[in-house]
């Protein structure tokens, strides 16, 4: 079993920036991608950024220049800092996991898990 918890959401005024964390634990063999994803009110929920193990990133357009997405692999953990926050930006924040679990030093099975969410809420 795999888990991810996230932390760093909260309240922040339009132009300002919050700091998003997330550590996944548990019997992890590899970790082959992170990212953040996020859900508004009455939509779907949408990709924010990803980072592969390599490093490589992929944003969303509307996030593009103002948010970046980094990865301490040695730690299991994905950080997403948010600058220049719109109230359009408003969501609750999901990270996600994808990699292979161990049994003993060996792998075992592929995860795709999901933390909880934390809350952004940016006030214009």
């Known amino acids: 079993q795999v888990q991810v918890v996230e932390s760093g959401g909260g309240l922040v005024q339009a132009g300002g920036s919050l700091r998003l964390s997330c550590a996944a634990s548990?019997?992890?063999?590899?970790?082959?991608?992170m990212g953040w994803y996020r859900q508004a009110p009455g939509k779907q929920r949408e990709l924010v950024a990803t980072v592969s193990s390599g490093g490589s990133t992929d944003y969303a357009d509307s996030v593009k220049g103002r948010f970046t997405i980094s990865r301490d692999n040695d730690k299991n953990t994905v950080y997403l800092q948010m600058n220049s926050l719109k109230p359009e930006d408003t969501a609750v924040y999901y990270c996600?996991?994808?990699?292979?679990?161990?049994?003993?030093?060996?792998?075992?099975?592929?995860?795709?898990?999901w933390g909880q969410g934390t809350q952004v809420t940016v006030s214009s």
């Open positions: 996600n996991a994808r990699g292979s679990v161990r049994r003993g030093w060996s792998f075992d099975s592929h995860f795709d898990s």
């Open positions: 548990g019997s992890i063999f590899s970790i082959n991608a």
